[in-house]
């Protein structure tokens, strides 16, 4: 009995292994799982890397000029009617060359060439400047190889916002070349403008006239080229003879800035550029009135040459007096001449 008790305990005894593979599926699970103290040092490198791979990249240094690549659209900054009239004049199917006008004096090629860059046409840019001080006269001309591209930027460029100001653009076909140069052909139907203030550019002079006249082409203040300062006169240049004659009418007294003007007709030199018109015995002076050619029965004022340098107006007024009664004189700063100008004809 002993012996089969033995027996049955070593049977139970032997039966207690084989029990054992029972639970044997869960340790080969478990073991296919990282130990805890495994997986939470996974788990701290995971959010130790996270932030080093979800960074943002640090933002591009930012541009000095923005690519004009789509318009900025501003309210009331349409064109008018008389703008697109405007922009119409001088847009002969060989005129590539846009003018632009109201430039900052930081504004340079560079920052027009970012803003049509996105033509893929620009041939040249060139920004006007003094020649003295190397300043920015406020306008500049933009040439693209085809005249199509050059209307297209008037239509589309012309009242939007530049970039990086709150300026609209302000274009018009360009008379002038970006190397400054002009067709002779046909007539030029330029005025003279005199009594200028000295903070009127060629900008502002331009404004002032194709506001009201469509046009009208381009528009220059002389300036000294000692000084680099304005000599109070300028010319402006026209494209139709009947708004040149009603600009010489209704734009004499009429005020640019702070003075009225003085207009005048223009007498243009050969070579680019302007030049007050001088004879024997009329002229025009540095203020812009006007005087007649020799002959004409109603010409009152005369022309005094070879002056010396400290001859004052009231100099000339004396000897002149005696002759009738004056209504002005005027020595044009620097020219060695002066006008005298009578109330009747002599």
């Keep these: 009995m002993q012996q089969n008790g033995g027996s049955d305990s070593q049977t139970e005894q032997n039966q207690r292994p084989q029990q054992q593979p029972s639970p044997q599926p869960h340790p080969q699970w478990v073991a296919m799982q990282y130990p805890p103290t495994a997986a939470a040092a996974m788990v701290m490198q995971h959010q130790m890397m996270q932030p080093q791979h979800f960074v943002a990249p640090p933002p591009p240094p930012p541009q000095h000029y923005v690519p004009y690549h789509h318009q900025y659209h501003h309210h009331g900054h349409a064109l008018s009617q008389q703008q697109q009239q405007q922009q119409g004049s001088g847009g002969g199917g060989e005129n590539k060359t846009v003018w632009v006008g109201d430039l900052h004096h930081w504004m340079d090629e560079n920052y027009l060439h970012s803003c049509f860059a996105s033509t893929g046409e620009i041939v040249s840019i060139k920004v006007i400047r003094?020649?003295?001080?190397?300043?920015s006269e406020g306008?500049?001309?933009?040439?693209?190889?085809?005249?199509?591209?050059a209307e297209k930027v008037l239509q589309n460029y012309s009242g939007m916002l530049m970039p990086n100001t709150e300026q609209p653009f302000r274009l018009n076909w360009a008379t002038f070349s970006t190397g400054e140069k002009r067709s002779e052909n046909g007539p030029d139907l330029s005025i003279f403008v005199g009594d200028l203030a000295a903070d009127v550019t060629d900008s502002l002079l331009h404004e002032t006239f194709a506001s009201k006249y469509p046009s009208v082409k381009a528009a220059k203040v002389v300036i000294d080229a000692n000084t680099g300062r304005s000599k109070?006169?300028?010319?402006?240049?026209?494209?139709?003879d009947t708004e040149r004659s009603q600009a010489m009418t209704e734009m004499n007294g009429a005020y640019c800035s702070s003075r009225p003007m003085r207009i005048g007709a223009a007498t243009p030199r050969k070579s680019s550029g302007y030049?007050?018109?001088?004879?024997?015995?009329?002229?025009?002076?540095?203020?812009?009135?006007?005087?007649?050619?020799?002959?004409d029965s109603s010409n009152t004022t005369i022309f005094v040459g070879g002056l010396d340098p400290n001859v004052t107006e009231e100099d000339l007024r004396q000897p002149f007096s005696q002759y009738g009664e004056l209504v002005s004189v005027k020595i044009p700063?620097?020219?060695?001449?002066?006008?005298?100008?009578?109330?009747n004809s002599l």
């Design 130 to 135: 003094n020649k003295q001080t190397g300043l």
């Design 333 to 343: 700063v620097g020219k060695g001449c002066g006008f005298v100008r009578f109330a």
């Design 275 to 295: 030049q007050q018109q001088y004879s024997s015995q009329g002229g025009y002076a540095s203020n812009g009135s006007s005087t007649q050619s020799d002959g």
């Design 139 to 149: 306008y500049g001309f933009v040439e693209f190889f085809s005249h199509a591209t």
């Design 232 to 240: 109070g006169y300028g010319f402006v240049r026209f494209g139709d």
